[in-house]
């Protein structure tokens, strides 16, 4: 029996021994040998969404002056100077790596990036990963947004990427930024949501609902895609910060989507059109309503049949959100205003009588037949085409507006109003419609061979 159990206890060590070098040589190989998987979720996304990030550069012409010995017009003498002096041609074309961009539809060949990205830029190249080159076209861009959609034609179908969904995005998550920093191609970098709904002030304006990120982003990055896990476009990289290193910023795909729609159907994002007007609050006005400074502005007129006024918005109630952002002042809101497109449903908080109020609204494109009342109105002129030349006629002047202060009457010729070039009313009406929220304008005035530049305050 002694010697039976100790044969037991025998065995089981040397059971137990067998395991443990079954476990010593599998985690062995798991170091040494192929046992973890390297094609991890990163790897996949990156391989499968790498070929529909381009890169986008511009092409402008570089005149340079050629061999001073060139032209004596003998084929040997100027074979000569150009073998010995190596002359720079009189025409090249010089190439500037201006971002990244996103292959959002591949058989369209459309193209989502930065409208910062293609400001003011000569002939547009587009680089795929495989070396395709192929000259773009600007289907749209829209400043206030920062993005720009553009085509390139392609015979073959183009590699695209897979839409995502920014509205459930948490903080912490992975996330995944491609792009062309510095001119480094596909350059993958890697780091998590840092935060949701972030604002940028710039030196123009004032940008909202941005995703932060700590993914390295840096100049050449613009305009590529932040992506999930998954390999989803979940936004486009757009800003570094640039006092502190680890903070980067992407436009929410979801807000994209509704900008993209707009410019690919109209080349431009229309304004929305709510029908209120606001007022910023000063000291005495601020502790009549017993309100902060900066918290909340007056809605000083609601217009007829707007959507404003069907949603039961009075003149006197305080606008205290728009869409979740707060508005302390009028630049808040005409600010929180360019965020959305015709047709969503936006939220405000009112206060009223001392009480607050939760309202919703749906947007509207604002009605063309009003621009000519609300030019004569906020302008102060009403106008017809002209038949003799470009421009458009002023046939009234708003008594005691400022126009008719400074001497403008009728007859007079309206030839531009901002970057606007006026060639009819449709012109007119288009520039009423996308400048009735600005604070100031800028008039090209004709009179006889005489033109005038008038800035107007409104």
Known sequence: MIKTGSLYIKNQYIFILMIVILFFISSTTNLYGAGYERKNAVVQAVSAVSPAVVNISSAYPVHRRSSPFSGFGDPFF??????????????????????????????KGFILTNSHVIDKTGTIIITLKDER????????????????????DSKQKLPDIKMGD????????????????FGFSHTVTTGVISALNRSIRTD???????IQTDASINPGNSGG????????????????YAKAQGIGFAIPINKAKRIISELIRYGEVSQIWLGIVVQNFDAGMAGYFNLQSGAGVLIQKVETGSPAQKAGIREGDILLSLGGQDIGSSEDYYMAV????????????????????KISLKSQVFP???????????LGIKVVNFSSGKGVMITDVLPGSYLAEIGVRPGDILRQIDEISINN??????AVIRYRNKSSLVLLVQRGDQGYYITLRL
């Open 78 to 107: 100027d074979s000569f100077f150009k073998d010995f002096f190596d002359p720079v041609p009189r025409k090249q074309y010089q190439r500037a790596n201006l971002g990244s961009g996103v292959i959002i539809d591949g058989i």
């Open 133 to 152: 080159e192929f000259e773009a076209s600007i289907v749209g861009a829209d400043p206030d947004s920062d993005l720009a959609v553009l085509r390139i």
């Open 166 to 181: 920014s509205s459930d995005l948490m903080i912490g998550e992975d996330v995944i930024a491609i792009g062309n920093p």
């Open 204 to 210: 123009k304006t004032v940008y909202h609902d941005f």
């Open 225 to 240: 895609p932040l992506l999930n896990i998954n390999g989803e476009l979940i936004g486009i990289n757009t800003a570094v």
């Open 338 to 357: 360019k965020g959305f497109t015709p047709g969503e449903l936006i939220k405000l908080t009112l206060l009223r009588k001392g009480k607050t109020q």
């Open 368 to 378: 063309v037949e009003r621009a000519m009342d609300f030019g004569f109105a906020h």
């Open 425 to 430: 009313t449709k012109d007119y009406e288009k």
